[in-house]
């Protein structure tokens, strides 16, 4: 069982609070998020007012608050046996391993001291010269060896084969490794925080202005119009260039707003930002307590959204087509980046 909306999370009341308390919290918020009063979007208005009358509906009465917390409970209790059964699948699995270890430890001691065995076997066949004389009867006749030439060659060359072929595995070990090395360094997420720093950067020392490049008189276009060859949108050359080059300043930061996304891929997420602290709702699942990543003046990344935590939302501050969902895999790498749609602002 799922539950859409935490209407105590909504109206910012704890789950012990009374009814004087929930009316108190539904005033507060209807005065500031009526659509007849609240600036900006009015269908963002609309949408928050509408949650926070269903959120005080539900709990201003004592039956459904009853029954509320019920369904709260259940999905709780749900989620956590499903943490556990996962929780013992992985130490089963881990049992499993370790006993394929040890089995695995337990042949090569075979192999290992079954040769000292029959080294102690040989030496226990082939008594001193003067006992086997005295008791004839007592050990069996002496068996003909091989030569020892043939047999010291073959086994010189079974030690050269195995040398060998450790080799060739272990070249094969640290190619794999570097391969994989290589990979999680150019994945997505690394290119996401090293734009952000190197905006970060640019914001904190301005680049250098480039040396204005002389135009032609004849083929300026402020005399003769726009070029046949150049669309509108191209930067003007020389000066005009240089200024292009400016970075923006940082947006003022939100501490207090929320925004509703809809990525390419289909999900739905709500991201609540009260004083800075994250609330999001993805897919209609529980309302979780997410976690800062990153954050500077121009990136935030969010994280501990889903249970496995193997998806981030990154926003750009002041803009409500710059939020971003990261698909990780079970290593952390990023393997998929989706952009997403807004209504509001977070941060």
């Known amino acids: 069982m799922k539950i859409d909306v935490d209407h105590y999370l909504v109206l910012g009341v704890p789950r012990t609070a009374d009814a004087a308390m929930i009316r108190a919290a539904y005033v507060d918020l209807a005065k500031k998020y009526h659509p007849d009063v609240a600036s900006g979007n009015p269908e963002l208005a609309a949408y928050n007012f509408r949650q926070i009358t269903a959120a005080y509906q539900v709990l201003s009465n004592p039956e459904d608050r009853a029954g509320y917390d019920a369904r709260v409970r259940s999905a709780l209790d749900a989620e956590r046996a499903r943490r556990e059964q996962v929780a013992r699948a992985a130490a089963t699995a881990r049992a499993a391993k370790a006993a394929g270890k040890a089995r695995s430890r337990q042949r090569i001691a075979a192999i290992l001291f079954g040769k000292v065995r029959s080294a102690v076997r040989a ?11 005295s008791l004839p009867g007592l050990f069996p006749p002496p068996r003909l060896m091989a030569p020892v030439g043939p047999l010291l060659h073959a086994d010189a060359t079974a030690r050269r084969r195995a040398a060998v072929m450790l080799a060739a595995v272990l070249l094969v070990f640290v190619g794999v490794i570097g391969y994989l090395a290589q990979r999680y360094v150019r994945g997505p997420g690394f290119e996401v ?31 003769y119009g726009a070029s046949p060859d150049r669309p509108p949108s191209a930067p003007m050359p020389g000066v005009v260039a240089g ?105």
């Open 243 to 347: 200024r292009a080059a400016v970075p923006k300043p940082a947006p003022a930061e939100i501490t207090d707003g929320q925004s509703v996304c809809i990525a390419d891929d289909g999900a739905k997420f709500a991201i609540i930002n009260r004083g800075g602290e994250p609330t999001v709702i993805y897919n209609g699942a529980v309302p979780v307590r997410a976690s800062v990543l990153f954050a500077d003046r121009h990136l935030v990344v969010l994280t501990g959204i889903v249970p496995t935590d193997r998806i981030m939302i990154g926003i750009q501050r002041g803009q409500e087509n710059g939020t971003h969902v990261y698909y990780a895999d079970a290593r952390g790498a990023i393997v998929q980046t989706v952009a997403a749609r807004c209504e509001g602002r977070a941060y």
């Open 123 to 133: 030496a226990a066949s082939h008594p001193a010269p003067g006992l086997r004389q």
């Open 193 to 223: 925080m090293a734009a952000s720093e190197a905006m970060r950067a640019g914001a904190e020392r301005p680049a250098d202005k480039p040396r204005p490049v002389p135009v032609p008189q004849m083929q300026q276009p402020s005399q």
